[in-house]
Antibody, heavy 116, light 110 residues
Framework: EVQVVESGGGLVQPGGSLRLSCAAS????????MSWVRQAPGKGLEWVAN????????YYVDSVKGRFTISRDNAKNSLYLQVASLRDEDTAMYYC?????????WGQGTMVSVSS | QSVLTQPPSVSATPGQKVTISCSGS????????VFWYQQLPGTAPKRLIY???KRSSGIPDRFSASKSGTSATLGITGLQTGDEADYYC???????????FGGGTKLTVL
């Protein structure tokens, strides 16, 4: 079965950091751009970042530039998002998504809650 | 404020047809493919439409989409209660070098 499974979310204080992981199975991430998309509680979808197949190109939404870092390990078939200097407004469900004519495969998400 | 503009909500009765608009600009919809996603309550989003007007695998032909200039439209015919969900348009923005979504449209089937 083609799927991605996120992990690593949790409750963190403002200014804290976490490393989110996305494990893919049923396909090789080395063939695809991969993205992180987030959704704050009760709000819409927000694209966060993506990374090219070989990791050479990365793009970020302005609000996370300098704080979040996307990376990948094709050998482990995994995608990562290092989130740092967290703010209240970063509280959201974080989804990993495969890019293949849009986002064709989504995980169930991992929740990040930023609160003191 | 989302880069792509969608109506916050639409409603219709079972069996009817509804359309959801998505308005953008020359840097996003005007230059790139549009995708549509359905998010049922409490679940992850699912791709409905890719490359402006192509249905994803398993999506019934009650769902259709089109693009013209800097706008796109999703249409759903023969509405069912199971279609109640949030619908999002998305694309890439060349000026922002970022992915962008509409704010989402909540479909209510009365």
């Amino acid at each position: 079965e083609v799927q991605v499974v996120e992990s690593g979310g949790g409750l963190v204080q403002p200014g804290g950091s976490l490393r989110l992981s996305c494990a893919a199975s049923g396909f090789s991430i080395s063939r695809h751009w991969m993205s992180w998309v987030r959704q704050a509680p009760g709000k819409g979808l927000e694209w966060v970042a993506n990374v090219k197949q070989d990791g050479s190109d990365k793009y970020y939404v302005d609000s996370v530039k300098g704080r979040f870092t996307i990376s990948r390990d094709n050998a482990k078939n995994s995608l990562y998002l290092q989130v740092a200097s967290l703010r209240d407004e970063d509280t959201a469900m974080y989804y990993c998504a495969r890019e293949n004519d849009g986002f064709d495969i989504w995980g169930q998400g991992t929740m990040v809650s930023v609160s003191s | 404020q989302s880069v792509l503009t969608q109506p916050p909500s639409v409603s219709a009765t079972p069996g009817q047809k509804v359309t959801i608009s998505c308005s953008g600009s020359s840097s996003n919809i005007g230059r790139n493919y549009v995708f549509w996603y359905q998010q049922l309550p409490g679940t992850a989003p699912k791709r409905l439409i890719y490359d402006n007007d192509k249905r994803s695998s398993g999506i019934p032909d009650r769902f259709s989409a089109s693009k013209s200039g800097t706008s796109a439209t999703l249409g759903i015919t023969g509405l069912q209660t199971g279609d109640e969900a949030d619908y999002y348009c998305g694309t890439w923005d060349n000026s922002l070098s970022a992915g962008v979504f509409g704010g989402g449209t909540k479909l209510t089937v009365l």
